[in-house]
């Protein structure tokens, strides 16, 4: 089996790539730039707005798992090109090619899309997906922590200065790159009846998610420090979002966009929306992946 895999050199892409590699299976990876030669892996140079790159990529492919997405831009108009339209391309290359199974990687946030434009951007996608006549799954993740992330990592680091700020109160889920990489690849040759035209959410186990404070203070015990832990009201989320933008730039991780979607009480993931577990259960428990994870950051000289 050859699997097609997009994004596979950003921070779930890698675990993807890792978890095929793992199996045994060979993957054909589209990538923005050139990439040493890799056991099992045949690297494909372009874009998700090249037609002959995409073709290339999905010739012949059993599986396209889809996880390339733009996550954060201080250009809110810059989510729909890289997410819809991006989408799009990939898809009309898969119609053309008869490639059937796609598998794509969504968002909580696409549950909520008035809350900012990445998350409309990703419910958009989705429709088209839907609409695509493909053997399709979709997967929202929840907030997706582990090694290499720059994203958690910022709650890891205030964590260890004893202050994490936190959005308005909330509750919300979490999981690790791992499993979500395990996911993925498992849903590949699952059994169509139990995936195959649907929409899944999925966790680290935990029912009912992590309130803010319970995750901010599972942080700090990750990385061995007591935290103070307040609430803050959205209007200074935005003004902390104004801030970053002038002290970073384009590389700012807190924007106007993020904040539409961090205010928002429930990002928890629906039991109704749950994988089977006959496909896939989750193997690292939040307390113990932060840990992990802390220290992973540790040992790379992040923290």
Not at 23 to 37: G, N, S
Not at 279 to 303: F, Q
Request: net charge neutral; charged share 25%.
């Amino acid at each position: 089996m050859t699997i097609a895999l997009t994004g596979a050199t950003g921070f779930v892409g890698q675990a993807v790539l890792a978890e095929a590699l793992r199996c045994e299976e060979p993957v054909r990876a589209l990538t923005r730039r050139h990439m040493a030669q890799r056991e099992g892996v045949a690297w494909v140079e372009g874009t998700l707005d090249e037609k002959p790159a995409l073709a290339q990529l999905v010739a012949g492919a059993e599986a396209v798992i889809h996880v390339a997405g733009l996550t954060n831009t201080p250009d809110p108009d810059a989510f729909h090109e890289a997410n819809v339209v991006g989408t799009q391309n990939l898809l009309r290359a898969c119609q053309d090619a008869r490639v059937k199974r796609f598998i794509f990687v969504s968002s909580l946030s696409a549950r909520e899309p008035d809350l900012s434009r990445y998350g409309r951007s990703k419910a958009e996608a989705e429709e088209f997906v839907s609409a695509s006549g493909l053997d399709w799954t979709i997967v929202r993740p929840p907030g997706v922590y582990g090694p290499h992330d720059v994203d958690y990592f910022e709650m890891f680091r205030s964590a260890q200065f004893g202050f994490v700020p936190l959005p308005p109160g909330g509750a919300s889920s979490i999981i690790h790159v791992d499993d979500l990489a395990r996911l993925l690849f498992a849903l590949v040759d699952a059994s169509p009846a139990l995936v195959r035209r649907r929409t899944f959410e999925p966790d680290d186990g935990r029912e009912g998610g992590w309130s803010h404070k319970e995750l901010a203070k599972a942080i700090g015990k990750a990385v061995g420090r007591p935290v103070f832990a307040p609430h803050l009201p959205r209007a200074v989320l935005e003004a902390a979002a104004r801030l970053d933008r002038l002290m970073r730039g384009d590389k700012a991780r807190l924007t106007a966009d993020r904040v539409g979607y961090m205010t928002h009480p429930n990002w928890v993931a629906r039991s109704a929306m749950k994988v089977p577990e006959a496909v896939w259960s989750p193997r690292v428990p939040g307390a113990e992946g932060l840990v992990s994870t802390a220290r992973w950051y540790r040992m790379e000289g992040w923290l």
